[in-house]
């Protein structure tokens, strides 16, 4: 049975015990460096009230949740399915969906999710992202991280892989067709008319015997023995660009996220995506460049003007060294 978590501020005479208890329960490993009572001494000496007593229940014994989730910043869950944005109308079994900022729910095996003007964003992995259009139900049928199966019902979804594992395995059904994503990329499914869309990466889709790999600029109608065609990358509705948007979001989040490079700087503030086939603009990062392209200027006429002065410095030894005439 789970429990609500209690957050507050730590009390080093109160909670210091059962904070040590907690910890050595997860982090069970032997080693200097993670003895607790030394850590939280530590700690409590340099920042008062640093830490935060958490007092919860680990469900299936592994539980780890850390408090103060930012707008946009990535989530790591310890299974596929992790729902961490919302708007509009989004139900989970039938109930109306509500997610408060900085709050995230764990979808469980046999769950549906349901969209009517709305969509919503949930994670399958790190860095991996499911994205539901409105009007669209998704079925999820396993959980597991080393063999996640979903099933798209109605309606459309885009998954972007920005990193993906070798023991990360994504399964989708739709309709008679049963995709499986085999590299980084991002992958558009939908359901009326059943097609599949491999927008950047390469996925297998099985339809009964037939096995066929899609890789980027590929399309194929579903539950059809149709061979893949090509399409054009370039022509996408607002599902796609709204799905774009979400990425950059979540790109530009932290310093750690910057790291994966699913986004090329340009100039001036102005990313790329190459899966996604759009740009867009960040206003800091545009600060930042001018910024920077002020230094440099700034820098160069320093060096100009140090140039000069010894050029001209040069030129005064010469003269100086040039033999006098005759005093008149």
């Not at 800091?284 to 000069?308: G, H, I, K, T």
Request: proline share 3%.
């Amino acid at each position: 049975m789970k429990k609500d978590i209690l957050i507050r501020s730590f009390n080093p005479e109160t909670d210091r015990t059962s904070t040590i208890d907690v910890w050595k329960s997860i982090f069970s490993y032997n080693a200097p460096h993670n003895e607790p009572s030394i850590v939280i001494d530590k700690r409590s000496r340099q920042v008062n009230a640093a830490f935060y007593a958490i007092s919860c229940c680990l469900v299936f014994g592994l539980l780890f949740i850390c408090a103060g989730v930012l707008p946009g910043q990535q989530i790591v869950g310890a299974q596929a399915g992790l729902i961490h944005f919302i708007y509009g109308d989004v139900s989970l079994d039938g109930k109306i969906l509500r997610l408060p900022e900085g709050q995230y729910l764990q979808m469980e095996n046999g769950q549906s999710l349901r969209t009517e003007q709305g969509r919503v964003e949930l994670s399958l992995a790190p860095s991996i992202f499911l994205r539901l259009d409105d009007n669209s139900l998704l079925f999820m049928e396993q959980v597991r991280l080393n063999d996640t199966r979903l099933a798209l019902e109605r309606g459309s979804a885009l998954i972007e892989v920005v990193k993906k594992a070798k023991a990360n395995k994504i399964h989708v059904r739709v309709s008679q067709s049963l995709i499986e994503l085999k590299r980084m990329g991002v992958y558009r499914f939908d359901s009326g008319p059943s097609e599949f869309r491999v927008f950047g990466g390469a996925a297998l889709v099985t339809t009964g015997r037939r096995k066929t790999v899609l890789t980027r600029g590929e399309m194929v109608r579903l539950g059809e023995d149709a061979a893949p065609v090509n399409f054009d990358r370039k022509a996408f509705d607002s599902l796609h660009e709204w799905a774009g948007r979400r990425s950059f979001d979540l790109f530009l989040a932290s310093e750690e996220s910057r790291k994966q490079m699913n986004w090329t700087h340009l100039a001036m503030g102005w990313f790329w995506n190459q899966d996604f086939q759009l740009r867009f603009h960040s206003k800091s990062d545009a600060a930042d460049y001018l910024l920077e392209m002020r230094q440099q200027n700034d820098m160069e006429v320093l060096r100009q003007q140090s140039q000069s002065w010894e050029e001209m410095e040069s030129i005064k030894g010469q003269m100086e060294q040039q033999p006098k005439g005759p005093a008149k």
